[in-house]
């Protein structure tokens, strides 16, 4: 079309690995992008440790923090969650930064839209949020939770398979397939009208259209930078929410 010639659509999301083709350790973007969502983290806060004066790293790491604590662990588990503010901000940030390499030039691609990156934090979400419920509860966490308490007997078994299928499957699932699905619909649109930027460049009239695409794709690039930012914190304050139903079951 226009002349010009268009890679395949699965191009949009898979990527050669840059070494190691078929092999365990091979690294292709998603994988180096995760990596770097690991490593930008970890090097501001150090780079924050070693600053006497509270200055650029240091006053993004207070700020990541602070907003961690206030808008997340206290809202959602209270004043003893803050043993688990390292873990969700930890999660926070990395989704954060595994989101926002959609907007970056040259990579351009959230690494949470491949279901890996989403379904390996769920999982840990999963292991994390059982095992509090596990420690603090012991059997009765379980119990509760196949025989929930407070249920008409003859209610229980529906009401337990539905709390089992709840708590081990659904949440899972729904905190991996809403990170997932979100960014993946945000690159496909940014793709979509930076592809129809590139086809209405031509001597025709249809090139009267151009600004028009040029600035919806300035608009929905805004968007995903906020849409990046909205799906960390949920997924943070959906773990949080987790936690705090293990701490507190009965509430």
């Not at 509860?137 to 337990?160: C, E, K, M, N, Q």
């Not at 979100?182 to 001597?203: D, K, P, S, Y």
């Amino acid at each position: 079309m226009f002349g010009l010639e268009y890679p395949p659509i699965e191009n949009l999301v898979e990527w050669p690995n840059y070494f190691g083709d078929d092999t365990f350790y091979g690294l292709n973007k998603i994988g180096f992008i995760s990596l770097l969502a690991m490593l930008i983290p970890a090097a501001l806060f150090y780079l924050a440790k070693k600053e006497l004066v509270p200055r650029g790293a240091q006053n993004i790491v207070e700020l990541s923090v602070e907003f961690i604590e206030r808008q997340v662990v206290l809202p959602a588990i209270g004043p003893d969650g803050l043993r688990y503010l390292p873990f969700l901000l930890s999660i926070f940030l990395f989704v954060f930064f595994g989101n926002i390499f959609e907007v970056i030039p040259t990579f351009q691609m959230p690494a949470n839209a491949r279901m890996a990156n989403p379904a390996i934090l769920a999982l840990i979400v999963l292991c994390t949020f059982v095992f509090i419920g596990f420690k603090y509860h012991g059997l009765s966490y379980f119990t509760d939770i196949i025989w929930p308490p407070g249920v008409p007997v003859a209610l229980r078994p529906l009401v337990g398979l539905i709390e089992l299928l709840s708590v081990f499957i659904l949440r899972p699932f729904g905190l991996a397939v809403r990170l997932f699905a979100n960014m993946l619909a945000g690159h496909i649109l940014l793709v979509t009208f930076g592809v129809l930027c590139i086809a209405l460049w031509q001597r025709s009239a249809l090139v009267a259209i151009l600004p028009f695409s040029f600035i919806m794709l300035v608009i929905l690039t805004g968007f995903e930078m906020f849409v990046s930012f909205l799906q960390a914190f949920v997924f943070a304050l959906l773990t949080a929410v987790y936690i705090d139903t293990s701490l507190h079951p009965a509430h």
